[in-house]
C-alpha cells in the first residue's frame, strides 16, 4: 500500500533559522514524491517536485528537498526562514509516477516567530 | 504559470440547498479535474476525478448522487452538493491537469461551504 507520513504536525522556528520538515513514504512503485504549500484558506502551490531525475530537488522560494530511496524519506528544507514561509505544507506521493493519483500526508503546520 | 479560478470563494446557505461550485482553468485546457474535501485541519481527501465529456470517477464513499460533477468542456468542471446539511459543512478544492506536455496537478483557492 501506498502512503506518507509526515513526521511532525507542527514546527516552529525563528526567522532566519533553518527549516526542516520530515516526510516518509512508502510506495510499490517507482513513486512520484512532491511538496505542497496551503497558505490560510487558499489552494495548494506546488513547492517541488521529485520524478526519478536529480536526487536533490530545488523548488521556489529557497525551498529543497533530497530524495533518499533507502531512506525512504523527502524532507523539505529550507537555509533561512522567512515569516512568509508560515503555512501548511503536505508531502504528497504519486505511486508509479505520474500525477494523477496523488496521495497526501497529513500536513506539517510551519510557525515563524520573529 | 497555469492558473485554476474556483468560484465561488464562500458560501452561507441554509440547510436543503443546493451548492454549485465552479472549477476553471484559465490559461489551459484541462484534461483532467479533481475535486477534494479537506475538514479543518486535515489533509485532502481526494472525492472524485472527471475526464471532460464523460462521467466522474467517485472515491469510496463518496455519494455520487450527493456530490453531482459535470465536466462538460475542457476549461469547465462544476460541483453541485444537493440538499446540503450541516455535516456537508467542509472546505472543497479543486485542481485541474493537461495531459499535454505531462503537467502537474494545478490547484484552485478552495471554496468555503458553511450549511447553517
Known amino acids: 500500500a501506498q502512503s506518507v507520513t509526515q513526521l511532525d504536525s507542527h514546527v516552529s522556528v525563528s526567522e532566519g533559522t533553518p527549516v526542516l520538515l520530515r516526510c516518509n513514504y512508502s510506495s510499490s512503485y517507482s513513486p512520484s514524491l512532491f511538496w505542497y504549500v496551503q497558505h490560510p484558506n487558499k489552494g495548494l502551490q506546488l513547492l517541488l517536485k521529485?520524478?526519478?531525475?536529480?536526487?536533490l530537488v530545488k523548488g521556489i522560494n529557497g525551498f529543497e528537498a533530497e530524495f533518499k530511496k533507502s531512506e525512504t524519506s523527502f524532507h523539505l528544507t529550507k537555509p533561512s526562514a522567512h515569516m512568509s514561509d508560515a503555512a501548511e505544507y503536505f508531502c504528497?506521493?504519486?505511486?508509479?509516477?505520474?500525477?494523477?493519483?496523488?496521495?497526501f500526508g497529513a500536513g506539517t503546520r510551519l510557525a515563524v516567530h520573529p | 504559470g497555469a492558473v485554476v479560478s474556483q468560484h465561488p470563494s464562500r458560501v452561507i446557505c441554509k440547510s436543503g440547498t443546493s451548492v454549485k461550485i465552479e472549477c476553471r482553468s484559465l490559461d489551459f485546457q484541462a484534461t483532467t479535474m479533481f475535486w477534494y474535501r479537506q475538514f479543518p485541519k486535515q489533509s485532502l481527501m481526494l472525492m472524485a476525478t472527471s475526464n471532460e465529456g464523460s462521467k466522474a470517477t467517485y472515491e469510496q464513499g463518496v455519494e455520487k448522487d450527493k456530490f453531482l460533477i459535470n465536466h462538460a468542456s475542457l476549461t469547465l468542471s462544476t460541483l453541485t452538493v444537493t440538499s446540503a446539511h450541516p455535516e456537508d459543512s467542509s472546505f472543497y478544492i479543486c485542481s485541474a491537469r493537461s495531459e499535454v506536455g505531462n503537467q502537474p496537478q494545478h490547484f484552485g483557492d478552495g471554496t468555503r461551504l458553511s450549511i447553517l
Open positions: 521529485y520524478t526519478s531525475a536529480a536526487t
Open positions: 504528497v506521493v504519486s505511486p508509479g509516477g505520474g500525477y494523477n493519483k496523488l496521495i
